[in-house]
């Protein structure tokens, strides 16, 4: 469907829709795409969803039950006492999953709103469409997915038996005299699982690349910003909705914490305060990860600011000095219409709109948006609050905080 913005002249110029999407291509896409798993249009969501997390979860139910490990024995953490491996395969890898139908409506219609609202000027045109443009090769791209894949096996793996594996004996290993020893569901978690797991999120995290290098070449061209727009982000204010999309992945990093955390509780003896560093941590993460590329506009929107105040200062002191000269120092007759003559509403709202221009933001990330993710990241943390006091006492501190 064509839309038709307003040229700088006021023709209007019919701008096809920019053909973009952040989710809809790449290997995985195809394959999904010939297994019937996913459509050209992000659907088969539950199908997909309920194949993948299968895929990592079922066999390592089946394999610990044929082992003994599912609910207890001789280890220290059985399968399915395990919160990590449930919380990691059947919530956060279906969030994650999730996220890609939200990512690809709420993208495809924000780079539509910088023709709409005029934002690009014809000339610059094809250096927006050539923005988006350059940003397809790399989501497509099956050398990045290859990459990823050896980052996982070659980082990833050893990344989580470093610094995630429990230091006790569990469903997927014991420890030994050489180390940890893998059990049978071990071996399918370390091989199978798990770098299924990592590459959905180093993908996300590379798709998060792609679009900051996106908004860097759009933030480099000259938008036509309008320092008077209503939402005191020269029309850019549609930018900073933005994060809404990936709130999904602030849940579901804060959902992994949240498992990881509860292990080290349960069975390391560990309190919940003594993670405030890693919940900290984690919170800037998201919030730079999805925020962070939102400032490649803020150089141009502090010289719109600037521009606007120097320009419309200017008009609003030659109106209101003409106004001065006519109305007070003129001469006009004492009985003269001033209530509702037109010199008056063009004082006021020449006024508005420059108290609109003084206010203006130079920085598209709201307090709301900030405060917005922590919540979405540490919202799966609060379940954890019931290590350090009873059910009754936090809601009794949960009502009090709320009324």
Do not use: C
Request: proline share 5%; hydrophobic share 55%.
């Amino acid at each position: 469907m064509d839309h038709s913005p307003l040229s700088p002249h006021g023709i209007q110029a019919k701008v096809a829709t920019p053909d973009f999407s952040l989710v809809l291509g790449g290997p995985l896409f195809q394959l999904w795409l010939r297994s019937r798993l996913s459509d050209d249009a992000e659907g088969l969501l539950k199908r997909r969803i309920v194949v993948i997390a299968l895929l990592a979860w079922l066999p390592l139910v089946l394999i610990s039950a044929i082992s003994g490990d599912a609910l207890g024995g001789a280890i220290a953490v059985p399968f399915l006492l395990d919160a990590e491996v449930h919380v990691r395969f059947l919530l956060a890898i279906p969030v994650l999953v999730a996220a890609e139908l939200l990512v690809h409506l709420r993208l495809r219609r924000v780079m539509q709103q910088f023709l709409d609202r005029g934002l690009i000027a014809d000339t610059d045109l094809p250096r927006f469409q050539a923005a988006i443009d350059a940003a397809m090769p790399l989501r497509n791209s099956p050398r990045a997915e290859l990459l990823l894949i050896a980052i996982v096996y070659a980082v990833g793996l050893f990344i989580w038996h470093t610094f995630v594996v429990l230091d006790t004996s569990t469903w997927y290993a014991r420890p030994g005299a050489d180390g940890m020893q893998f059990t049978a569901a071990g071996w399918w978690y370390v091989l199978v699982s798990l770098p299924i797991f990592q590459f959905l999120l180093l993908r996300w995290y590379f798709r998060m690349f792609i679009w900051a290098r996106l908004l860097w070449r759009i933030a480099r061209l000259p938008l036509r910003l309008l320092p008077t727009h209503a939402d005191r982000l020269g029309g850019l204010g549609f930018i900073s909705g933005t994060f809404y999309a990936f709130t999904p992945l602030a849940v579901a990093h804060g959902a992994m914490l949240a498992a990881m955390l509860a292990n080290r509780i349960f069975y390391g003896g560990a309190a919940l305060l003594d993670f405030k560093l890693e919940i900290l941590l984690m919170v800037v993460f998201m919030e730079l990860l999805v925020l962070g590329p939102l400032l490649f506009f803020t150089p141009q929107l502090a010289q719109a600011k600037r521009d606007g105040n120097r320009e419309y200062g200017v008009l609003v002191m030659r109106h209101n000095r003409e106004f001065d000269d006519k109305w007070l120092r003129g001469g006009l007759p004492d009985d003269a219409e001033k209530i509702g003559n037109q010199d008056m509403s063009s004082l006021v709202d020449l006024g508005s709109s420059y108290d609109v221009v003084r206010g203006m933001r130079t920085v598209p990330v709201s307090r709301d948006a900030i405060l917005f993710l922590a919540a979405a990241t540490v919202a799966p943390l609060i379940p954890l609050l019931l290590t350090m006091m009873s059910a009754e006492e936090l809601l009794r501190k949960l009502a009090g905080m709320l009324f």
